[in-house]
């Protein structure tokens, strides 16, 4: 029996944006206050090096490196052989991870709705990986949009210290909603992080498939219980 449903953040709740201009524009103006400017295209190349760098970093060791926005900040800044007090670095990072409220992303279709019908009949988890914005900002983001209170764990990468699919992300979230693996069913877009990642502890999956490209199953581990395309479905199927 199911007792309760988690949720993949990116591209199943929240819709993915990106916010390297917002923080090439925080660095350019902190540098500008400390005689070290640099044009903006120059930052712009070593911030887009830094992401590579830390996704490869991520890829290689898939379940336990996160980008931290102090990561990104201290390799632009080697980069661009600049350097920064400890109280400007520190601004740079802030801004760096709170740039996502400068533009907050929108839900997705009918996430409010099925949150707060599932929320009534089960227990309501949230496993996100973080990277350069951090747990503590992105629940500003979820209470901004109302729906943070329908979670009774939220678990994000930066905080537990592994990304998905270590399983020690997944098992922490269902140990805090106080229920078994086999009693949870996870719901994400990525099957080598969600599907994988929940799977492997023995939870129940649900690809939330909103691609149009077929996919080669035989390239993964774990396959998911269930696919559907849209969130409102989720009413229907638990």
């Known amino acids: 029996m199911i007792r309760a449903v988690t949720f993949d953040l990116w591209n199943t709740l929240l819709c993915d944006r990106h916010y390297a201009d917002f923080r090439i524009e925080v660095l ?19 911030y887009v090096a830094a992401i590579r760098h830390f996704n490869e970093a991520w890829r290689r060791k898939r379940d336990q490196q996160y980008i931290s926005a102090t990561k990104v900040v201290e390799f632009v800044l080697r980069n661009l052989g600049a350097e920064l007090s400890p109280n400007s670095k520190n601004t740079v990072v802030k801004g760096f991870e709170e740039a996502i409220l400068s ?10 709705a099925v949150l707060k019908s599932l929320s009534r ?6 496993i996100s990986n973080s990277g350069v914005t951090p747990g ?14 329908h979670f009774g764990c939220a678990t994000f990468s930066d ?16 140990e805090e909603l106080h229920v078994n693996p086999n009693e949870a069913i996870h719901v994400g877009d990525l099957i080598e992080t969600d599907i994988v990642g929940a799977k492997s502890i023995g939870m129940k999956t649900v690809w939330f498939n909103t691609s149009e490209a077929g996919l080669k199953w035989d390239e993964f581990r774990f ?7 849209d969130l409102p479905q989720l009413l229907k199927f638990l």
Do not use: W
Not at 28 to 46: A, C, F, G, H, V
Not at 121 to 126: A, T, V
Not at 136 to 149: C, G, P
């Open 103 to 112: 533009a907050p992303p929108p839900l997705l279709n009918g996430v409010e």
């Open 28 to 46: 350019r103006r902190i540098l500008d206050t400390e005689n070290s400017s640099k044009d903006r295209e120059s930052i712009r190349i070593q």
């Open 159 to 174: 905080e537990v210290g592994y990304t998905k699919p270590n399983p020690i992300i997944f098992r922490r979230t269902v």
């Open 121 to 126: 009949r089960y227990r309501i988890g949230l």
């Open 136 to 149: 503590r900002v992105l629940r500003r983001v979820l209470d901004s949009h109302a729906i943070l209170q």
């Open 223 to 229: 396959q998911p219980d269930y696919q559907k395309r």
